[in-house]
């Protein structure tokens, strides 16, 4: 059974940073495609970063782009999204999930593993 476990929410000040970790157990990450997703209240979840199963292909939502980076640990079986620049717009609650095909996708419906988010909140 595989479970996604994120960590390293919190609160912010505008400006700062923050690391999400994404820890996954019962298969191995570099078996998958991985995305981070974004909720926050009244919203639709939506699409913040992924990356593929090989590693080497990513993309980033416009919104993020220049300030958030996704990084995978193969050896800790740890996905990361490492959040700076954080804005007030970016509070939201983050999960991270696993999809079992190569290619990563914008669509949340389209992964087959989420983990249970963390909560990021940014003070303007």
């Known amino acids: 059974q595989v479970q996604l476990v994120e960590s390293g929410g919190g609160l912010v000040q505008a400006g700062g940073s923050l690391r999400l970790s994404c820890a996954a157990s019962g298969r191995t990450v570099s078996t998958f495609a991985l995305g981070w997703f974004r909720q926050a209240p009244g919203k639709e979840r939506e699409f913040v970063t992924a990356?593929?199963?090989?590693?080497?292909?990513?993309d980033y939502a416009d919104s993020v782009k220049g300030r958030f980076t996704i990084s995978r640990d193969s050896a800790k079986n740890t996905v990361y999204l490492q959040m700076n620049s954080l804005k007030p717009e970016d509070t939201a609650v983050y999960y991270c999930a696993a999809r079992v095909v190569v290619g990563w996708t914008a669509i949340p419906n389209e992964y087959d593993y989420w983990g249970q988010g963390t909560q990021v909140t940014v003070s303007s």
């Open positions: 990356i593929s199963r090989s590693g080497g292909n990513t």
